[in-house]
Each structure stands twice: as structure tokens, then as C-alpha cells.
């Protein structure tokens, strides 16, 4: 084999490697990156139960927030979260509620987007919650 057909396949062979690599990075690194999970009341009740370090994160209007919240939670409300992820630790727990369970998803994928890690989205909302039976406060 010629230098010039080794160094040739020397550069498609490691071209290929980079591929994978990339690939491979997209897939299983930044794939988990970007997501959050779905969670029922239920085991949003239990992880508040179990995790006092959790942050709970409100993303209703601030009149929605007065009228009941989770206990301990922090409302910023949806329109103000992207300007607002820094007051938020990236590496902490986070569960995420709104209303009914949209605005809180629309918030979770802000803040995965923001390098959030552990992220964790209320399905229901406190309509759920109250529904369920679990108490909620008001300042």
C-alpha cells in the first residue's frame, strides 16, 4: 500500500470514529440533557416528602399563587422564568407545577434548555393536586 492510499484511509477511518463519537454524544449525553420528566400528584407528593432540599417551582401568575400554593413553593411566574433561571441552583432537584400542567411543562423545557438537570413536571397542576385531597397554603 502506497502512503498516499494508507494516509487516505488513516483520514476516513477517523473521520468515521468522529461521526460515531458525535453521535454518540447527541444521543445518549445530550439527549438526557434535554429532558424532563412527567410526574403524577402522587409521586410529586412523595418526592416533597422524602427531599427537603427539593426546590418547588410555582409558574402561575403571582395572583394565582396567592389565591393557594405548595407548601414551600417559589413563584416565578412563566413569562418571567427565562430571565429569571439564575435565581435557580441548575444542579438541584426541581418540581415544576402550574394550573393544569402546561405552563409548568412549557417552564421544564426552559429550564432544561437553561442546563437544568433534574427537572420533574407536576401533570395536573394544583387542579390535580386539590383534587386529589392534598393541602395546599396561602400566604
Not at 434535554?34 to 417551582?57: C, F, G, H, P, R
Not at 411566574?77 to 429569571?84: A, G
Not at 402546561?102 to 437544568?116: D, H
Request: net charge neutral; charged share 15%; hydrophobic share 40%.
Amino acid at each position: 500500500m502506497n502512503s498516499r492510499r494508507l494516509a487516505f484511509v488513516v483520514i476516513v477511518g477517523l473521520v468515521a470514529v468522529s461521526a460515531v463519537s458525535y453521535a454518540y454524544f447527541q444521543l445518549f449525553y445530550v439527549g438526557r440533557q434535554l429532558t424532563y420528566k412527567n410526574i403524577s400528584v402522587m409521586e410529586a407528593k412523595a418526592m416533597i416528602e422524602s427531599d427537603s432540599s427539593l426546590e418547588i417551582l410555582d409558574v402561575r401568575t403571582v395572583q394565582e399563587f396567592a389565591q393557594g400554593h405548595l407548601k414551600g413553593a417559589i413563584n416565578v411566574p412563566l413569562s418571567d422564568l427565562p430571565s429569571r433561571t439564575g435565581e435557580l441552583e441548575k444542579n438541584r432537584l426541581i418540581l415544576v407545577y402550574c394550573q393544569s400542567g402546561n405552563r409548568s411543562a412549557q417552564a421544564s423545557s426552559i429550564l432544561v434548555k437553561a442546563g437544568f438537570t433534574d427537572v420533574y413536571n407536576m401533570e395536573g397542576g394544583i387542579m390535580a393536586w386539590t383534587n386529589s385531597g392534598y393541602p395546599t397554603v396561602t400566604p
